[in-house]
T-cell receptor, first 116, second 108 residues
Framework: EAQVTQNPRYLITVTGKKLTVTCSQNMNHEYMSWYRQDPGLGLRQIYYSMNVEVTDKGDVPEGYKVSRKEKRNFPLILESPSPNQTSLYFC???????????????FGQGTRLTVV | GQQLNQSPQSMFIQEGEDVSMNCTSSSIFNTWLWCKQDPGEGPVLLIA?????ELTSNGRLTAQFGITRKDSFLNISASIPSDVGIYFCAGVGYKLSFGAGTTVTVRA
């Protein structure tokens, strides 16, 4: 089954404790990206990756890191989480940035992060 | 980042009504997407548009890629209660940018 898998789905952590949210896709997609969703602000892009070893900042990259060492995985790293990073996070993938062949397997299920 | 203006922000609609929402941008996009997010769930991609002027349907949903490549609209015909949710537009240029969303609530 084609899918984008995020883990964990829910996470509560304390300020400053490094964490990683994983994202994996099984469709050999080149393009992957991370978004955060906050009330009234829609989905804002954090980082994106056009292919392996190619990553770039989105609109709100501060406080986040990513890596793309292999095509299927695109982890989101918070080196020192702060309360303003409490949000709902989504990973997305597509064949290329503008080519979406499978409309159902595009977004992960989301990770709700709370930083206290 | 690339700015997308999505309107309306929210709407209350009567079951059976047809509704429209749209997105505009100052930038040209190569692809327009429309997604829906059900309460408590992640977004799901509904329609992808690849050519200026393209009109695409998915059941009761119809979306169009504006001829200027700077806008797109989504129509929902004959609304039903399960149409409740947040609808997002997204434009793909050198990266993918989302609108702020339109929250749809259906009155039975």
């Amino acid at each position: 089954e084609a899918q984008v898998t995020q883990n964990p789905r829910y996470l509560i952590t304390v300020t400053g404790k490094k964490l990683t949210v994983t994202c994996s896709q099984n469709m050999n997609h080149e393009y992957m990206s991370w978004y955060r969703q906050d009330p009234g602000l829609g989905l804002r892009q954090i980082y994106y990756s056009m292919n392996v070893e190619v990553t770039d900042k989105g609109d709100v990259p501060e406080g986040y890191k990513v890596s793309r060492k292999e095509k299927r995985n695109f982890p989101l790293i918070l080196e020192s989480p702060s309360p303003n990073q409490t949000s709902l996070y989504f990973c997305a993938s597509s064949l290329k940035a503008g080519e979406i062949l499978n409309t159902e397997a595009f977004f992960g299920q989301g990770t709700r992060l709370t930083v206290v | 980042g690339q700015q997308l203006n999505q309107s309306p922000q929210s709407m209350f609609i009567q079951e059976g009504e047809d509704v429209s929402m749209n997105c505009t941008s100052s930038s040209i996009f190569n692809t327009w997407l429309w997604c829906k997010q059900d309460p408590g769930e992640g977004p799901v991609l509904l329609i992808a548009l690849y050519k200026a002027g393209e009109l695409t349907s998915n059941g009761r949903l119809t979306a169009q890629f504006g001829i200027t490549r700077k806008d797109s609209f989504l129509n929902i015909s004959a609304s039903i209660p399960s149409d409740v949710g947040i609808y997002f537009c997204a434009g793909v240029g050198y990266k993918l940018s989302f609108g702020a969303g339109t929250t749809v609530t259906v009155r039975a």
